[in-house]
């Protein structure tokens, strides 16, 4: 058997602004009936560990049709980490980012820290943190394609997320202006400065762009709303593209879904749009998840699969 050309396979893209015939029957079928209700992405199953069949196609239907699926998982405040990591497994993703803040098992714990260098760095405070996607500051061969969270423990009060398909907002921003995506998927639209640490460069510049199309045709976007530490291209369209988006992102688009996760809860997703609300807690709601992140995408959720 002939081995399949996997830049052949790319050039199928709808995302590409070449292909326009694909582009909109891709659009078409995307926006057929696509759920605007956070309900009809929750799927209740019994514990992450053994999924069942059943469980398991119903979490991947959603992921294929919008890049994420909620699921109400029976474990609590179990704080196993054989459960976010079974849901991984199961999804097919073996690339896990274990990057210098994660646990020993490759896992980030996201919770409060007071010492140490995770206190300098938002995700391990209250505050809120403003719309992005995970891992934009990672090189270009290290790209974060898939994320999972699991919850082992609320906030008190606060700790809301709100949740976009990166899919969804391609759309909208290349039906309002083609050019948009032309700008954003400039090599250099986004640059992330070094990362000092103790005066030695931790982590190099990285350039890229916000949108751009894996080598199996799918969409990756690489993108954060905040201002600090962040080089955008200066040019009127860019400008003009991030605009828009941010304003998207701060609307009430019935594409955006707000929720708060429950012990046990959990995210399965292509590393969506998200953000988090500031949160407070108490001595009985310590807010902890769990955050996986991958460098392949969940398997059997490709655009040309």
Same mark, same amino acid.
């Given at each position: 058997? !002939?081995?399949?050309?996997?830049?052949?396979?790319?050039?199928?893209?709808?995302?590409?602004?070449?292909?326009?015939?694909?582009?909109?029957?891709?659009?078409?079928?995307?926006?057929? !009936? #696509?759920?605007?209700?956070?309900?009809?992405?929750?799927?209740?199953?019994?514990?992450?560990?053994?999924?069942?069949?059943?469980?398991?196609?119903?979490?991947? @239907?959603?992921?294929?049709?919008? =890049?994420?699926?909620? #699921?109400?998982?029976?474990?609590?405040?179990? &704080?196993?980490?054989? $459960?976010?990591?079974?849901?991984?497994?199961?999804?097919?993703?073996?690339?896990? =980012?274990?990057?210098?803040?994660?646990?020993?098992?490759?896992?980030?714990?996201?919770?409060?820290?007071?010492?140490?260098?995770?206190?300098?760095? $938002?995700?391990?405070?209250?505050?809120?943190?403003?719309?992005?996607?995970? *891992?934009?500051?990672?090189?270009?061969?290290?790209? $974060?394609?898939?994320?999972?969270?699991?919850?082992?423990?609320?906030?008190?009060? *606060?700790?809301?997320?709100?949740?976009?398909?990166?899919?969804? @907002?391609?759309?909208?921003?290349?039906?309002?202006?083609?050019?948009?995506?032309?700008?954003?998927? @400039? &090599?250099?639209?986004?640059?992330?400065?070094?990362?000092?640490?103790?005066?030695?460069? @931790?982590?190099?510049?990285?350039?890229?762009?916000?949108?751009?199309?894996?080598?199996? *045709?799918?969409?990756?976007?690489?993108?954060?709303?905040?201002?600090? =530490?962040?080089?955008?291209?200066?040019?009127?369209?860019?400008?003009?593209?991030?605009? #828009?988006?941010?304003?998207?992102?701060?609307?009430?688009?019935?594409?955006?879904? !707000?929720?708060?996760?429950?012990?046990?809860?959990?995210?399965?997703?292509?590393?969506?749009?998200?953000?988090?609300?500031?949160?407070?807690?108490?001595?009985?709601?310590? !807010?902890?998840?769990?955050?996986?992140?991958?460098?392949?995408?969940?398997?059997?959720?490709?655009?040309?699969?």
């Amino acid at each position: 058997m !002939r081995a399949i050309n996997p830049k052949a396979v790319a050039a199928f893209s709808p995302f590409l602004l070449e292909n326009t015939d694909h582009y909109c029957r891709w659009r078409d079928a995307k926006l057929n !009936r #696509y759920p605007i209700d956070l309900a009809d992405r929750l799927v209740e199953i019994d514990d992450p560990r053994t999924l069942r069949q059943s469980e398991f196609e119903a979490l991947l @239907a959603r992921c294929r049709k919008t =890049n994420m699926a909620v #699921y109400i998982g029976k474990t609590g405040t179990d &704080p196993d980490p054989e $459960i976010p990591l079974s849901i991984g497994r199961r999804f097919g993703v073996q690339g896990l =980012n274990k990057n210098w803040l994660a646990d020993v098992t490759g896992l980030t714990s996201l919770k409060v820290v007071d010492d140490g260098p995770r206190r300098n760095y $938002i995700p391990y405070t209250n505050r809120a943190i403003n719309w992005h996607t995970d *891992g934009y500051y990672n090189r270009a061969s290290e790209q $974060i394609q898939s994320l999972l969270l699991h919850v082992v423990q609320r906030a008190a009060s *606060g700790g809301e997320n709100a949740l976009m398909d990166h899919e969804i @907002a391609y759309i909208l921003l290349r039906e309002r202006n083609p050019d948009y995506i032309r700008a954003l998927m @400039a &090599p250099k639209t986004m640059t992330i400065p070094a990362r000092i640490e103790d005066g030695q460069v @931790a982590r190099k510049e990285e350039a890229g762009p916000v949108f751009s199309v894996t080598a199996s *045709g799918d969409l990756h976007m690489r993108y954060t709303i905040r201002v600090n =530490n962040v080089i955008w291209a200066d040019d009127p369209l860019t400008r003009e593209a991030l605009a #828009y988006l941010e304003a998207l992102l701060n609307s009430d688009s019935p594409y955006i879904y !707000r929720g708060l996760l429950q012990p046990g809860m959990g995210l399965v997703s292509n590393n969506v749009l998200h953000d988090r609300a500031a949160f407070t807690d108490d001595a009985e709601h310590t !807010r902890h998840y769990y955050r996986a992140r991958y460098f392949d995408r969940l398997a059997g959720t490709g655009v040309l699969e």
